[in-house]
């Protein structure tokens, strides 16, 4: 983010990172040397994951002036003013005279602190509430948790609050976190004490006035019997179950140290259809991984193909400094050539655009619940399809839409242009 509307005229550039893949630390350093080069004079701050991951990376690119991580993320008003004078701070737990590095212990965090993200992508009709932080999950190939810390809850009032204040503005909220499903485990000491994610939906939907609430991505074993009739049992909740995959492989899962196997997984989806017939459905799902061989490949795709996926997010496996998979042995963490990666990322991404190709035209001829979109002219249903209108709509609203078409990513209204897939 910037000063003012843009990088080209700000005093002041700071930019919130990603530290995912290797693309987005690339994209990262190629920002910094751009905005450098266009405005050698501002002053440009770099914080979030990859500054927590990296901060000596980060700060001996030209034009960085201070590298902030997440540990030290809500100070940054703070140390901006105080920026001319050294003093001692925190790096990977040694205390050291560091100057404009501010990065600390993540695991000692124990504050929960966000605020909605009301023009998420450019849609200004349906903010993201993040309601958990951290992830208390050990996956080999994950850095997440060494970057942003243990799994931490916004409390319950904080959220029905917050819900509570976008209801008066917005039809639909999408509550999101880094490991969703686990909200509330930390908030009391007593197991039988802790709500569950289901107990905050439900009480959502009792005690504010919104319209639509969207849950994002729940690991797999997190879709509880108690969440899925909740949201089949309320025309509130959209009809929307995003699980994680990551592969179809049993061997590969283990190796990546997910905690369930493919038939755990295959419980829970069909339990969501069977609830919910026509609810989208998506994983995520990984490539390349550490020793996948051709065999375990094609049990992952045989796997995949058989459940009722209506979209995919296909990931190319990027080694991660730090996890147990980057710095695995022998034939089990054997790299995968980069050139096999990114075949396999295009056949599944290929069997992604199948399987919804397959649901969207299933959905012709139905009438389907949409919140209309910023431009006015489409919408998003509640099972996660964009819809073309037939005529320009009030952007903001929750609308009924007669399918009458396929547009080249979505459908179209009936009386709509045809733009055929």
């Not at 050698?40 to 901060?55: H, L, M, S």
């Not at 050990?138 to 917050?162: N, T």
Request: net charge positive; proline share 6%; glycine share 8%.
């Amino acid at each position: 983010m910037v000063s003012t509307g843009g990088a080209g005229d700000a005093d002041l550039v700071v930019l919130n990172t990603c530290t995912v893949t290797s693309t987005a630390d690339d994209e990262l350093r190629q920002t910094v040397r751009r905005i450098h080069r266009e405005r050698p004079e501002a002053r440009i701050v770099v914080t979030g994951c990859y500054a927590q991951r990296a901060p000596e990376d980060i700060a001996a690119l030209p034009g960085v002036s201070m590298v902030v991580g997440n540990s030290h993320k809500t100070q940054i008003p703070d140390l901006l003013f105080e920026s001319d004078v050294p003093y001692h701070t925190q790096i990977h737990g040694a205390q050291i005279q560091v100057g404009q590095i501010h990065v600390g212990d993540i695991f000692a965090q124990r504050e929960f602190l966000s605020a909605p993200v009301e023009d998420a992508l450019g849609d200004r009709t349906r903010p993201n509430l993040k309601i958990q932080d951290g992830c208390n999950n050990r996956c080999s190939f994950c850095i997440i948790p060494y970057v942003r810390g243990r799994s931490r809850s916004a409390p319950a009032e904080q959220v029905i609050g917050e819900v509570r204040r976008l209801a008066e503005k917005y039809r639909e909220v999408v509550l999101s976190g880094i490991n969703l499903g686990r909200w509330g485990r930390d908030l009391s000491p007593e197991p039988r004490g802790r709500m569950r994610l289901s107990d905050l939906v439900r009480r959502i939907l009792d005690e504010t006035p919104i319209e639509r609430l969207r849950l994002s991505s729940v690991e797999p074993m997190d879709w509880s019997d108690e969440l899925l009739d909740l949201m089949a049992g309320s025309d509130r909740i959209a009809k929307h179950v995003h699980a994680p995959l990551q592969s179809g492989s049993d061997r590969v899962l283990r190796r990546m140290y997910r905690k369930y196997r493919p038939v755990h997984y295959v419980n829970r989806i069909f339990n969501a259809r069977e609830r919910m017939p026509d609810c989208a459905v998506g994983a995520d799902v990984m490539t390349g991984f550490p020793g996948e061989t051709e065999a375990e490949f094609r049990e992952s795709y045989a796997f995949i193909e058989s459940l009722p996926f209506t979209y995919l997010h296909v990931f190319t496996y990027s080694e991660r400094p730090g996890t147990p998979a980057a710095e695995a042995t022998g034939p089990a963490g054997a790299p995968v050539p980069m050139e096999v990666r990114k075949r396999r990322t295009h056949i599944l991404r290929e069997l992604s655009r199948r399987k919804n190709l397959e649901f969207r035209r299933s959905m012709l001829g139905r009438t389907l619940s949409v919140v209309t979109i910023e431009d006015g002219r489409s919408a998003l249903s509640g099972n996660y399809l964009k819809v073309a209108l037939a005529r320009t709509r009030t952007p903001n609203r929750i609308e009924n839409a007669v399918i009458g078409g396929l547009t080249s990513d979505g459908l179209s209204e009936a009386g709509a242009l045809p733009v055929l897939a």
